[in-house]
């Protein structure tokens, strides 16, 4: 895949496109600010933009703007965030950026596994939400009645499938079989009014509801 990195920090930028470019992709672009992240998209036409929050020239929320900007543009376009921290209004403000999936959050200091960090982004890029788990930790903890209708259990689903997980590592997670994974998903689904459609994409949008609370 074809990559635009924008990381302010010259040694975390060089690292990401290092790693990207050893599992086989492309880093058509590393920059340091939003605007060259903006301007890099549109003449690269990426697959997927990893970029920061913070970045200069106010340190701010520089980046997310930007990539938000960029989902206006193209909500079909793929983007990660890669922060230091964790922001959950950030997280709801990227995923409300656009309807079409592909989007996912990050911590750097949680990235503990190459391997995994690469898969994620595959993920994203094959329009997947990944979102790290303490990130979906807070954001549950901010609010007083997250999907009501859920269950208890219905809601540990959905948040295990916010993080990206299979069916399979569901259950696995769980202890449970992954028929009881399938209908405890296919209630949520129900519950949220999420019925087949051509794409068959209820997984996605279930995960996005449970973001946008």
């Not at 009501?148 to 590592?169: D, K, Y």
Request: no cysteine; glycine share 8%.
């Amino acid at each position: 895949m074809r990559v635009v990195i924008a990381e302010d920090g010259l040694i975390v930028r060089e690292g990401v496109a290092g790693m990207l470019r050893r599992f086989g992709h492309d880093v058509v672009a590393a920059v340091g600010d939003a605007a060259a992240l903006v301007a890099a998209v549109v003449e690269h036409r990426p697959d997927i933009v990893v970029t920061d929050v913070r970045m200069p020239p106010g340190f701010s929320d520089e980046g997310l703007q930007a990539a938000i900007a960029l989902r206006a543009a193209d909500p079909e376009l793929p983007v990660v965030v890669l922060s230091q921290f964790v922001a959950p209004t950030y997280a709801a403000e990227l995923l409300d950026s656009g309807r079409s999936a592909g989007v996912g959050y990050l911590l750097k200091d949680r990235v503990g596994d190459v391997a995994e960090f690469v898969e994620a982004l595959e993920a994203v890029a094959g329009g997947q939400t990944v979102v790290d788990p303490e990130v979906v930790r807070q954001m549950l903890g901010r609010r007083k009645d997250p999907l009501r209708t859920l269950t208890a259990r219905e809601r540990e689903v959905l948040g295990l499938m916010a993080e990206g997980r299979s069916n399979t590592a569901i259950a696995r997670h769980l202890v449970v079989s992954e028929a009881a994974v399938a209908k405890h998903i296919g209630s949520v689904l129900t519950k949220l009014d999420l019925p087949p459609d051509a794409d068959d994409h209820r997984r996605v949008r279930a995960v996005l509801a449970f973001l946008r609370g």
